[in-house]
């Protein structure tokens, strides 16, 4: 799983993607790709400095550790077997059942199904279908399905469950849209290269056809909207993206606070916070995404940014430390907040449906937490006996 030491799927990946992403704009701004210019220099240090509190949160378990700040928990003699009879044996584990998680599954692509039938075509070949993808059927489909095909591979060795997330993941291309196909694909990558001892080749084609895919669905995407003409090719598109992300930055910045949690709000209630970005900094009705740094800038400025980046760094660190002890369903749900998380680096922390990911992982930490002090405990007494 390793190369040199180096675990490829670490919280640090994160800042890697922030670094190639800002390079991809870095491009198109060098060849001014339909008009868009350098950003200012302000906008290069907001976007290292959210990336330094982000990597000082990931720190922060570690330094806390090797100064003694808090009592610290002896798990050198937890392994993993006792950890996972531990967690075994918790109320929780009853809804992690082979057959309820499959089941789960099955009902979310009958779901994304039954949507696709309803909307009389596929999304992905029309604007117009596109907008009405993403309803009520589609929110429900994509909660149950990515969550419970991560934890069916991690736990289950069946190869039948590998169809089932190639069905998923074409239900879900066929939207159109790229976050979702994306999430369901790195996620459950994620989820196989730690659970099946992958080798770091595979990761090497692992981004070969991801990038084949996610240019392909959105360039697909982009070109079946009936109202917009692109003369733009895949590979420009791509960079194009990221150009236009950055520069939506750029002016958040330099109009920080200026939405005063409108945007925190407005993620947590039937508003859509990508329309307030386009409304407030581009001055038109459109959703528009505005980076992973862009949202709690605009909402309160550098303050936020720090604490959102710090706390975002720290859950990472600490949901990678519980996938490394326990593995199965926690490695899942590490990988499907990861996945998302990398894709924030573009679209922002703005998508209610991810929060709950968020908060189901915070779940899962509690019982974790709870199970690992829970054995701590019990080898203390038996010390002390």
């Known amino acids: 799983m390793k190369v040199k030491n180096i675990d490829t799927f670490s919280p640090y990946l994160v800042i890697v993607g922030i670094v190639l992403y800002v390079a991809l704009a870095m491009v198109a701004y060098q060849y001014h790709l339909r008009g868009l210019d350098f950003v200012s220099s302000e906008t290069l240090f907001a976007a290292f400095f959210g990336s330094l509190l982000f990597i000082i949160g990931a720190l922060t378990p570690k330094i806390i550790g090797k100064f003694n700040l808090i009592p610290k928990l002896d798990t050198s003699s937890i392994s993993k077997d006792k950890l996972n009879d531990k967690l075994h044996k918790s109320k929780l584990s009853v809804l992690l059942n082979e057959k309820i998680i499959l089941a789960v599954v099955l009902v979310a692509i009958f779901l994304e199904l039954l949507n696709t039938y309803l909307l009389g075509g596929i999304p992905l070949f029309s604007g117009y279908l596109k907008a009405k993808a993403t309803n009520d059927l589609w929110r429900v489909s994509y909660v149950l399905f990515l969550p419970a095909i991560n934890i069916l591979i991690a736990k289950y060795h069946n190869r039948w469950y590998y169809v089932l997330f190639v069905i998923g993941l074409a239900l879900f291309a066929a939207t159109g849209y790229r976050t979702t196909t994306m999430a369901i694909l790195i996620s459950v990558f994620i989820t196989v290269y730690y659970t099946r001892g992958l080798q770091f080749k595979h990761f090497l084609i692992f981004v070969v ?177």
């Not at 194009?240 to 947590?268: E, L, P, S, W």
């Not at 940014?305 to 430390?321: D, E, K, N, P, T």
């Not at 189901?360 to 974790?368: D, E, N, Q, T, Y």
């Open 209 to 385: 056809v991801a990038a084949v895919i996610g240019i392909a669905v959105g360039y697909i995407a982009v070109k079946s909207i009936e109202w917009q003409q692109w003369t733009l090719n895949p590979i420009q598109l791509v960079f194009y993206r990221a150009g236009f992300t950055f520069m939506v930055f750029d002016k958040i910045v330099h109009m920080a606070g200026a939405t005063h949690g409108a945007m925190f709000y407005n993620t947590f209630t039937p508003g859509h916070p990508r329309y307030i970005v386009g409304d407030v900094v581009l001055g038109y009705h459109k959703m528009i995404t505005p980076t992973i740094f862009g949202p709690a800038m605009l909402d309160f400025g550098y303050i936020a940014l720090a604490i959102q980046m710090f706390l975002i760094g720290l859950f990472l660190r600490l949901l990678h430390s519980a996938h490394k002890l326990a593995d199965g369903v926690f490695t899942a749900i590490y990988a499907v907040i990861l996945a998302h998380t990398l894709i924030w680096i573009e679209t922002g922390p703005t998508d209610f449906i991810v929060w709950l990911f968020y908060a189901l992982a915070v779940i899962a930490l509690v019982v974790f937490a709870r199970s690992i002090w829970g054995i701590s405990k019990k080898n203390s007494k038996s010390e002390n006996i």
